[in-house]
């Protein structure tokens, strides 16, 4: 099954979206908190959170069925 993928355009700023056959992606050991850049980010994320993870619009939610996300609340104790 082939997956499709947002390309960096600093990768291949000719190339936006590919295909990717799924046994060819790999997670990453570490989270990689690099530049990304792409034109379509502001298209299909609100921003990134805290820590630096995308934050995905409803339809891209629904369709690979992920929750909403939530920001957690603040410890005012701490």
Same mark, same amino acid.
């Given at each position: 099954? @082939?997956?499709?993928?947002?390309?960096?355009?600093?990768?291949?700023?000719?190339?936006?979206? @590919? %295909?990717?056959?799924?046994?060819?992606?790999?997670?990453?050991?570490?989270?990689?908190?690099?530049?990304?850049?792409?034109? %379509?980010?502001?298209?299909?994320? %609100?921003?990134?959170? @805290? @820590?630096?993870?995308? #934050?995905? #619009?409803?339809?891209?939610?629904?369709? %690979?069925?992920?929750?909403?996300?939530?920001?957690?609340? #603040?410890?005012?104790?701490?």
């Amino acid at each position: 099954m @082939a997956c499709k993928v947002l390309v960096d355009v600093h990768v291949d700023p000719d190339l936006l979206v @590919a %295909y990717v056959p799924e046994e060819n992606l790999l997670a990453p050991d570490g989270p990689n908190k690099g530049r990304f850049d792409h034109p %379509y980010l502001s298209f299909l994320f %609100y921003g990134m959170d @805290a @820590a630096g993870d995308f #934050i995905p #619009i409803k339809q891209l939610r629904e369709k %690979y069925n992920r929750p909403r996300h939530e920001v957690p609340p #603040i410890d005012e104790d701490a």
